[in-house]
């Protein structure tokens, strides 16, 4: 080993001087270095006094252990007004330091902008769910480089956490109120988004992207992405909505068991439901499970499924039926 490499492990290892990604995630927003500088000082503090303290334990121990030539106490001053104002003001001035210091990091992440652009973000077991200001709703965040962002977060059913690593932005997404947090993206990209609060069986499913686009980019995804209702025949417009909504989650297209009844064949099928009854799952009953899931559950399933009212429009409720059709052909 090179006396190079050995000062940049040390160095490493020591003063957090790394490569991108190598510790921390990639940071790839404008809160993320401050969040950074603040951890690796408190982390670097702690390293120092817990190197101090244990030092200084070891050696009392070791100088002042019980030996045959020693079997009283040694004389010691009882008292020491200097050393013990200074082990008191110095902490005391660190810890002010870190209050701060983290105020200052958390006003700054708790305050967006102005100009900030909105979405609106809702968390439902078990899947994210984006609103942009023209309607079009998306599985995940895109949103431009280089500018504000403001996130109005609710839930459908239990507390959520969404978390960006790369924003260093963690925030709880409770039901029947409304968090907020904000960033501004550094770098063009795809950024991982978790569910950081154990919302049940699909918990670590709840996966989503950040997709961070290039200047103009944004505007053009969005134009695209937004009328794909218009486009696209009502099939496939189902297809896409049965994946984008979160369905899937829970309903299998491919016939294998979930928390719901599979969508492969549920199409014009007879259905025993919880109360006994039997129903024929036409255009009718779907519409209704979508818009009051609970009204008819299939027996042996939990009524477990977040209404859709109000968050699916008519349009989007005929194509996924259209797709269920193809999905029973
Ligand atoms: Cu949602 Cu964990």
Redesign the pocket.
Known sequence: MSIETLIAGLSRILFAVQAEGEWMPVAASTGAPAVDRLFHFILWLSVFFFVLIVGLMVLFVVRYRRRASRTAPEASPAHNTALELTWTIIPLILVIVIFAWGFKVFMDMSTPPGNAYEVLVT?Q??KWLFTYPNGHVDENLHVPVDTPVRLVMTSEDVI??FYVPAFRMKKDVVPGRYSKAWFRATRVGEFQVY?????GTS?SD?LSMVVVHEPGGFEQWLERAADFLNKLPPAEAGAKLVAQRGCAQCHSVDGRGGIGPTLKGAFGRQVQLVSGAQVIADEDYIRESILAPQAKVVAGYQPVMPTYKGRLKDAEITAIIEYLKVLSQ
Request: with cysteine.
């Open positions: 968390g077991k078990w959520h956490s569910c950081a609060e154990y919302c918990h709840m």
